[in-house]
């Protein structure tokens, strides 16, 4: 039996994730961690301090995930990460943490299947198409910028080979911002507007052609759950980060 805390416990995905654990024969729910709910632990740190955990799950906001992560690995409990806000300087901190503590780290910007497939392809095309760009579609209240999911596919197209770029962010005449921010090496052009949920699109381009591949979320939490009990399942055993539900699927 896993031993599970979830931190978001009353969130949008983390209410519905854990459902799904109460309901699983071989996972078990010992805490969870709500701001809002008075029968929830209010942190992450007060949690595992008064029980046993074997997976913390963190669907809470950017402004508090990295110290939960960091809060969990110090005390010897694995973490799946379905949180955006981390850095790549956050992943490596967290890597070596997790690597120090004999601890697993999943993190994904996006745990629905339907976003793994949109990882694999594009990286895929980015060994035969060198130009690509990335949009990142999100609500009028997201605060942070780019996506996880977002992000998460710039660092993997960096890992095939950095895109061809005709002008320079740096020559370009007028404002640069006008160009999107760079993130690992792609040009990433954020969107918050109403009625978006999250939407990630990658646009590829060769002479006379353009290949654009994008994942649009629905309104429901459902698409996350299963990558998220599967994150649970395969977490544990694990040792430093993974990042990519796609890494899971082998």
């Known amino acids: 039996m896993i031993r599970v805390c979830v931190a978001g416990v009353t969130g949008w995905t983390g209410g519905p994730v854990a459902d799904a654990v109460r309901r699983a024969d071989d996972l078990e729910l010992v805490a969870g961690v709500s701001r809002s709910d008075p029968r929830a632990y209010s942190s992450v740190a007060e949690a595992l301090d008064a029980v046993a955990a074997d997976v913390l799950v963190d669907y809470t906001h950017a402004g508090v995930v990295r110290d939960n992560v960091l809060a969990a690995i110090e005390r010897g409990v694995n973490v799946v990460v379905g949180s955006?806000?981390?850095?790549?300087?956050?992943?490596e901190q967290i890597d070596e943490r997790a690597r120090d503590r004999g601890v697993g780290v999943v993190a994904a910007g996006n745990f629905s299947l339907t976003a793994a497939m949109l990882l694999r392809a594009a990286t895929e095309a980015a060994r035969h198409l060198e130009a690509w760009e990335v949009i990142d579609y999100a609500s009028a209240t997201k605060p942070d910028a780019p996506s996880g999911t977002s992000r998460e596919l710039a660092e993997r197209l960096a890992e095939v080979r950095p895109p061809a770029v005709g002008v320079p962010v740096e020559d370009v005449v007028g404002p640069r911002e006008a160009r999107g921010a760079s993130v690992a090496g792609s040009q990433v052009h954020s969107v918050r507007l109403p009625s978006f949920v999250v939407s990630?699109?990658?646009?590829f381009a060769?002479?006379?052609?353009?290949?654009?591949?994008?994942?649009?979320?629905?309104?429901?939490?459902?698409?996350?759950?299963?990558?998220t009990l599967l994150a649970i399942r395969s977490v544990v055993g694990r040792v430093g980060l993974t990042r990519g539900l796609d890494r899971l699927l082998d």
């Open 84 to 91: 955006s806000g981390l850095s790549a300087g956050d992943y």
């Open 200 to 203: 990630t699109e990658v646009v």
């Open 206 to 227: 060769a002479p006379g052609e353009r290949l654009s591949i994008r994942h649009d979320a629905g309104e429901t939490p459902v698409p996350y759950v299963a990558g």
